[in-house]
């Protein structure tokens, strides 16, 4: 007696390097996690490295306010611009800050404008010198994240290209 043959119909399988749309959606994320990469070193950065500067030296100053100012709360990532101002003999002085980092949110901010006397140019906010560590791991957990979701896609499509040759053999 002989075993009962099954074959099975032809299976069809979808391309491996997921096409040209596959490609193209994937340059487009790399493009939009890039950009956003992109906005957090100019926007984010500057503020950072200042702070860190002016960290140890940082006095508040008389007259320095806060002209605008808004923080919004994304799950546990709190986002704040501010234009920090004040008056000198020569003229006004003002600066846009930006400051990112993790925290829960639990109303609303209030803060003291502080610069260092030798650097009044780089003026920033109490809050922004007592989260000075919180700001840079965001920072830098946010970063890597959006640096590795802008580079992925591209690794994939080169990996998929450069393996194009060896498809189909064993």
Known sequence: MQPASTSLPPQKLPPQDGGLAGRLWALLGSVMFGAMLVALAIYTLPSLVSDWRIHDTARPIAGGRVTEGSCSSKLVVNICDAT??????????????????????????????????????????????????????????????????????????????G????AGTI
């Open 84 to 161: 920090l101002s004040f008056q000198t003999k020569s003229g006004a002085v003002s600066r846009d800050v930006n400051y990112v980092f993790a925290g829960v949110q639990s109303g609303d901010y209030t803060v003291t404008v502080l610069a260092d006397p030798a650097h009044p140019e780089w003026m920033t906010t109490d809050m922004a010198i007592e989260r000075l560590w919180n700001r840079t791991i965001t920072l830098l957990v946010i970063g890597g994240l959006l640096l590795s979701l802008t580079l992925a896609p591209v690794i994939a499509l080169i990996r998929r290209l």
């Open 163 to 166: 393996n194009r040759g060896y």
